[in-house]
């Protein structure tokens, strides 16, 4: 057996090497550009995948976000909970959040708008966006009459590059009218411009707990939600586990079921056109080489009933042809390995922009070897086929054609 399949390899070696070399480079390039197809979906979803959990982890939620319960619409005796959840173990720290709907006025130019009361201090223990400053600074705790304002809430200089209404370019140090619901009108001071790239953060508008209270002229012990940085060992599972069973009622969750909520149904979306991708570049691939072997299987027929009348056996003639399949398998998915790799590299330096940021191919190793697995499967159904077919006709049929 294994002297046979050395013979049929020999045999395929040698017929691909006196072949037609345009035909061979033409089939490799087939081959590649299918497996490469094959492959850049997947990695252009996992980056899509990638730059949103980055952005809810680093600029929105954290690692996990607390909610008020389903009938209540603040978080009450935030304080209290802030100590018992900073406590538990795998939580590196708690950040209060307090958002308010607003009118924001500048130059003529109005806008609805939330406000988000934080605590800086804390905040920068959770999120990254104090890194994120564009223009100006970043609040400090116990600062009055400052505010700061997303990149798409203030405005480009650029009006292009704009991704909605905004105030017209309001720039770090400019006056900031802000009208509250309970009919409080304040001029602020702009001490920063926010751009994180992600599109949530950067429309946001944010003031700190105590501008907060004097607005409202009142201590303020309650929260619309508080986000929570966790240890980077930690499980965020586990640690959801261990804040309920410290006594919070309110609703818990992490990053995963956020992404879930926001992305599920789109995730599913594009799984199912990948999957439509990966069966056309299939089927491409076995219509290309099932032809390709075809043509040779045709063209050797009389040589194919010589090595029959001189007692070679069917089996050494089908893998012949089943290893020229392999081996321009082979070559196909070397060449598209490296053009999947050389994608990435250029694409790491321009990437993708979408809303919520850059993304850049993300290639699975996973991806790779299934699709792989599967290109290797389809090739030989295609080469096996027409050889079987062939082989399988009578001595004199062959030395006829």
């Known amino acids: 057996m294994l002297l046979d399949l050395k013979v049929s390899f020999f045999l395929a070696v040698r017929g691909i090497l006196r072949g037609s070399r345009g035909s061979l480079y033409l089939t490799v390039l087939i081959i590649a550009m299918v497996f490469t197809n094959m492959i850049f979906m997947p990695s252009i979803i996992l980056g899509f995948i990638k730059v949103a959990e980055d952005q809810i982890i680093t600029y929105q939620t954290g690692n996990i976000l607390i909610t008020p319960h ?7 005796d935030v304080n ?12 590196l720290r708690a950040s209060p959040h307090y958002g308010t709907g607003v009118t924001l006025r500048y130059k003529g130019n109005t806008l609805g708008s939330t406000v988000v009361a934080i605590r800086p201090d804390d905040e920068r223990l959770v999120t990254d966006v104090y890194q994120k400053m564009l223009d100006g600074h970043y609040l400090a705790d116990g600062e009055r ?5 997303g990149i798409q809430t203030s405005g480009h200089k650029d009006e292009s590059l704009d991704m909605g209404a905004t105030l017209g370019y309001l720039k770090a140090g400019d006056p900031l009218t802000v009208e509250y619901t309970n009919g409080v009108t304040k001029v602020y001071h702009v001490k920063g411009i926010i751009e994180t790239g992600s599109y ?8 700190t707990w105590d501008e907060l209270e004097s607005v409202y002229g009142k201590k303020v012990d309650y929260a619309t939600d508080v986000i929570i940085k966790t240890d980077p060992d930690a499980y965020e599972p586990d640690v959801k586990t261990q804040i309920y069973r410290f006594g919070v009622r309110e609703k818990v969750q992490t990053w995963q079921d956020i992404l879930e909520e926001a992305m599920g149904r789109a ?35 009389r040589q194919i009933g010589v090595l029959k009348a001189l007692g070679v056996e069917k089996n050494i003639i089908i893998h012949n042809y089943v290893f020229q399949v392999l081996i321009l398998t082979t070559l196909g998915v070397i060449v598209g390995t490296t053009l999947v790799e050389t994608m990435v590299a250029i694409l790491t330096l321009y990437p993708f922009q979408f809303p919520d940021g850059e993304v850049t191919p993300v290639v699975a190793t996973s991806d790779l070897i299934n699709n792989t697995i ?5 090739s030989f159904i295609a080469g096996y086929i027409p050889a079987w077919r062939v082989a399988s006709e009578d001595i004199l049929t062959a030395m006829r054609s």
């Open 80 to 91: 209290g909970l802030l100590e018992k959840v900073n406590r538990i173990p795998g939580v």
């Open 200 to 207: 949530y953060a950067d429309q946001g508008a944010y003031i």
């Open 374 to 378: 599967m290109l290797y499967i389809a």
């Open 70 to 76: 389903e009938d209540e619409r603040y978080i009450e």
């Open 267 to 301: 995730v599913q979306n594009f799984a199912m056109l990948n999957s439509i991708t990966i069966i056309v570049s299939l089927i491409i691939a076995i219509v290309v080489l099932f032809i390709v072997i075809m043509i040779k299987t045709l063209n050797s027929k």
């Open 145 to 149: 009459d400052e505010i700061i304002i």
